[in-house]
């Protein structure tokens, strides 16, 4: 008896297979399952395929539980980009896969909190819509931050 | 229906983000642009960051020393997280209130409130410091005896109202924004723990932690 395949499709419409049972350690995905049985192909509009292929690999990964923690450490820090990491976030936010959107996240988190403001806005692609009358204010605020 | 977006940055993506960040960096990117400093000011952010540092951080809270400072600081409770407390900066002024959200790293010192009897002296001055959870504010209550007085904090300001009234018969005061979730505050005298009143002897002085570090 094979095992049952779920088929994802990317926000550019490529179509991943995976077995079912790798598939529902995504709790949208789960919840999708239980409902209707999920027999059709099911569409992540926010997810690119390059990304949807990270998850994918993710979802395969052979891990005892115990080693768990460490792989999707490993897992994020080997995709350090910034934007590759915020498309991975999104996704397993999207999806629902906790520990991977825990680490993705934290992997963020924990490059941006040295950056400069021009670094961060860089990084994540963020116009600076203040006046530095406003941005003096705030420094004034938070001096104790900066 | 289209997600929610900050400077075409998915919402979820970066509160997620942003709530792992440290108190310091946290408040330097609040320059980053005005819908991240909208979204950093918000109540639900903030309650969130506070409970994500608290699960966290295991530590202790609070630590009490005899001879820092010379004026007598007290912990007057904490509820959710934020921590209430007052000093006094002489012998005859009338307290000042704080309450401290640690995982900002952010003190917010209530507005001075005028005493209805004047001097304090021969008065004692308790408060408590509770939260609502029908309408999600914390009340500082301030009680004056001989007469008991109610003092009503509405959203930073402070409204006192010589009236006296019966203990139970008080309703308090309002104070939205800051919230937080304390798991312990460890006195010399024991643990307080989160929503109790810790009332402490005024040879206790409290150590603050927002200096800079």
Redesign the interface.
């Known amino acids: 008896m094979s095992k049952k395949t779920l088929t994802l499709m990317s926000k550019d419409k490529q179509l991943f297979n995976i077995e079912e049972h790798l598939a529902v350690q995504s709790v949208t995905i789960r919840n999708m399952v239980k409902e209707d049985g999920a027999s059709s192909v099911i569409p992540l509009p926010r997810v690119d395929s390059e990304t949807l292929a990270l998850v994918i690999e993710y979802l395969n990964r052979q891990q005892a539980p115990e080693e768990d923690e460490d792989y999707v450490k490993k897992f994020v820090d080997e995709r350090g980009e910034i934007p590759t990491l915020l498309e991975l976030a999104q996704a397993a936010l999207d999806l629902d896969i906790k520990k991977l959107m825990d680490a993705a996240c934290m992997k963020v988190a924990d490059l941006i909190k040295d950056f400069t403001l021009e670094e961060v806005r860089e990084a994540l692609r963020i116009e600076n819509d203040r006046t530095p009358e406003e941005e003096k204010a705030i420094r004034d605020e938070f001096q104790w931050a900066f | 229906m289209a ?1 929610t977006t900050i ?4 919402l ?2 970066l509160s ?19 819908p ?2 909208t979204l950093l000011s918000q109540p639900s952010f903030i309650k969130s960051h506070l409970q994500r540092y608290i699960k966290d951080n295991d530590e202790i809270l609070v630590v009490f020393a005899n001879g820092f400072g010379s004026d007598p600081e007290l912990v007057h409770g904490s509820v959710n997280g934020l921590i209430c407390l007052s000093y006094r900066t002489s012998n005859n002024a009338e307290p000042v209130i704080q309450i401290w959200n640690r995982s900002l ?1 952010a003190i917010l010192t209530l507005p001075s409130y005028c005493n209805p009897f004047g001097c304090t002296e021969k008065i004692s001055i308790q408060f408590g410091f509770r939260f609502d959870p029908k309408t999600h504010d914390y009340k500082v209550i301030k009680f004056m005896t001989p007469i008991p007085t109610l003092l009503i904090l509405i959203q930073n300001s402070f409204k006192d109202r010589d009236v006296n009234l019966p203990y139970e018969n008080i309703q308090v005061e309002v104070f939205k924004g800051f919230l937080s979730n304390v798991t312990k505050i460890v006195g010399r005298d024991g643990i307080f723990v989160d929503g109790h009143d810790g009332h402490l002897g005024p040879a206790l002085t409290f150590w603050r932690p ?1 200096a ?1 570090t």
């Open positions: 997600p400077d075409n940055f998915p979820d993506v997620n983000i942003l709530i792992r960040l440290p108190a310091k960096p946290l408040a330097r990117i609040r320059c980053v642009s005005k991240w400093n790293l927002h800079k």
